[in-house]
């Protein structure tokens, strides 16, 4: 059994690298931690690739260490060039502030926000409030710009042109950690592995300005086996909110993964025990759909709540499996006169009550919005005819969350 909560991230495959692993490891195990993530909330809700942060976060908690999650509204205003090959978009402060307070419900179904046993901060507090003459003289002084440019996150832009406004993103983040370490305490920052030139800046400055040690450790960025960030659909990214992406789509996201992927995310993205993953390991060929919907189901319950991904997984099973249940979806019959011309989808839609007007359902269509089974609707000429049903019946579905079961009369 793990002795600590490093363990439990080492054995569950988080770890990336570490600055002073043996120090770490004795810190984790016998002290209780203030530690940092930072999240850029350049976005109204946080997507998948932010996933694994937070399940780090909850691990850690659950230890009695003590997370700090920053919302980079100081750095959002400049763009964090760290695995970017174009300079982010520059947002406003109202923008930050909403994409904030989402994020803080979203972070609040992994974490205890309650009675200090996590905070939420924003270095716009700081940042905004910066004399720049004083920031050069008090932070710049202690940045080499010969090892700046060797760190990975300006490697990238090299070839296509750094601004300096970006340049100066490795000093604002490192001053976020040095004022996290003399306001709260805060001794160690954790990001993907991307940051790794980031937090290294921070524990630098720590070091010269405080005279004192601090640590970081980064994580297995969540990729695919064949090395692809994970959490990109042809929709776009995965995200966390059911109005971005509904519960089913997100579960079916899971449901579907590569079957070699399936036991790193059950480890990652789960909190199953590791007896259990492993009895799940063992599972091969089509058995391995039934690790899948494990963990689809497990996601889907840490991210929309255990009654959303029941109804996903049942979905699932009665649309694609036959062993679910659709009895309770609305439902409408059709006659096979009305089919024998073609049933015009507008015309379906109406009829099911879908749409108020013919002219919300061409939106729908034209904007990809309308699936008959698992096709979308791509023209509003789209008829309905008798050969598209399957034992007398076939789903209909309106945007990511509405499905309409459309019944052939006997």
Known sequence: MPNSVFDILKERGFIAQLTHEEEIKKLLEKQKVTFYIGF??????????HFLQMMVMAHM????????AIIGGGTAMVGDPSGKSDMRRMMTLEDIRHN????????SKFIDFTNDRAL???NSDWLLKLNYVDFLRDIGVYFSVNRMLTADCFKSRMEKGLTFIEFNY???QSYDFLMLYKKYGCIME???????????GGIDLIRRVEGKE????TFTLLTTSEGKKMGKTEKGALWLDAQKTSPYDFYQYWRNIDDVDVIKCLKLLTFLPMDEISKLAELKDQQINEAKKVLAYEVTKLVHGEDEAGKARQLAEALFGGGGNTSDMSSTEVTAVELSNGLNILDLLLKTGLVPSKGE????VQQGGIYVGETVVSSIDFSLSSDLFENGELILKKGKKTYHKILLAK
């Open 40 to 49: 850029d909330p350049t976005a109204d809700s946080l997507h998948v690739g």
């Open 61 to 68: 908690q659950r230890a009695g260490h003590k997370p700090i």
């Open 100 to 107: 904030a307070d989402n994020f803080k419900h979203q972070l």
């Open 120 to 122: 939420m901060v924003d």
């Open 170 to 172: 490795m000093l604002m």
């Open 190 to 200: 954790l990001g993907g592995d991307d940051q790794w030139s980031n937090i290294l």
């Open 214 to 217: 601090s640590y970081g450790m």
């Open 361 to 364: 359902g061409r939106r729908l």
